[in-house]
């Protein structure tokens, strides 16, 4: 079916930058809304940023001015761009996509989520 797969995260020092990609494969007809996610253990899982298939962006407010999110819906790829990062940007990010894709001979719509990436902020 589908599958999305991070890529990027690190061990980072404060104010430093990452750059996290999310590449979804498969029988894809369409992307719609395109997320990033992240969870701390012990904690909820958070929406940082997203971005529809026509470009429009929105941030959660702990990251504005400091996260990019961009899209590529010629390679079905977000990315998340992390500037002046702080210890308490350290979890593991989540990509989300709402996926039309081929089942069997029909077309479906789904949400899919990636495995994770572990972001690290330390000195």
């Known amino acids: 079916q589908v599958q999305l797969v991070e890529s990027g995260g690190g061990l980072v020092q404060p104010g430093g930058s990452l750059r996290l990609s999310c590449a979804a494969s498969?029988?894809?007809?369409?992307?719609?809304?395109m997320n990033w996610y992240r969870q701390v253990p012990g904690k909820e899982r958070e929406l940082v940023a997203h971005?529809?298939?026509?470009?429009?962006?929105n941030y959660a407010d702990f990251v504005k001015g400091r996260f990019t999110i961009s899209r590529d819906n010629a390679k079905n790829m977000v990315y998340l761009q992390m500037n002046s990062l702080k210890p308490e940007d350290t979890a593991i990010y989540y990509c989300?996509?709402?996926?039309?894709?081929?089942?069997?001979?029909?077309?479906?719509?789904?949400?899919?989520w990636g495995q994770g990436t572990q972001v690290t902020v330390s000195s």
């Open positions: 498969g029988s894809i007809f369409n992307i719609n809304v």
């Open positions: 989300d996509a709402a996926v039309q894709y081929r089942s069997g001979t029909e077309c479906d719509t789904d949400d899919f």
């Open positions: 971005i529809t298939s026509g470009g429009y962006t």
